[in-house]
């Protein structure tokens, strides 16, 4: 049970620090320098802050029902956050469903030109190498 305990806290972890970066990575797109360093300090700060919390909770001698209070607290703000962009983001999500039916069930026809995720455009791409290498685009 032990070991179950342990690795569903890895794995749930790891997926919440991939939503953070892909948060940050999206949010900051547009000053990639930023971005990255902010991914950086992000990468030490996170497994920190779980340290400290779980550490906090052992040591204060405090039950699992304070940890999974701090844990729906602390996701909520995000689950929220998911609820009203995938309401704001349905139509996005029919562009994206109608690529994948032309490109892997044969229904439809094919634009080379859409891409599912702006770091796929090699115009977008070009114009973040520019910034990072501080030249105006």
């Known amino acids: 049970m032990g070991i179950m305990a342990i690795l569903f806290g890895l794995t749930t972890t790891a ?3 991939t939503y953070y970066v892909t948060v940050i ?3 900051l797109r547009k000053r990639p320098s930023l971005r990255d360093k902010i ?3 992000f990468k030490v700060l996170f497994p920190c802050m779980n340290i400290i919390i779980v550490g906090y909770i052992t040591m204060s001698g405090n039950d ?3 940890f999974w209070s701090l ?3 602390v996701l909520a703000i995000p689950v929220f956050t998911n609820l009203v ?3 704001i983001l349905r139509g996005k999500f029919w562009e994206i469903f109608k690529d994948y ?3 892997y069930l044969g229904i439809g026809k094919v634009d080379p030109n ?3 995720f702006y770091e796929d455009d090699k115009n977008i791409k070009a114009q973040e190498e520019l910034i990072r290498k501080g030249v105006e685009h």
């Open 15 to 17: 997926g919440w620090y």
């Open 114 to 116: 859409f891409h599912v």
């Open 39 to 41: 991914i950086q300090i």
């Open 25 to 27: 990575r999206h949010l």
């Open 64 to 66: 699992a029902n304070l």
């Open 85 to 87: 962009a995938l309401v």
């Open 71 to 73: 844990v729906s607290c």
């Open 101 to 103: 039916k032309a490109r």
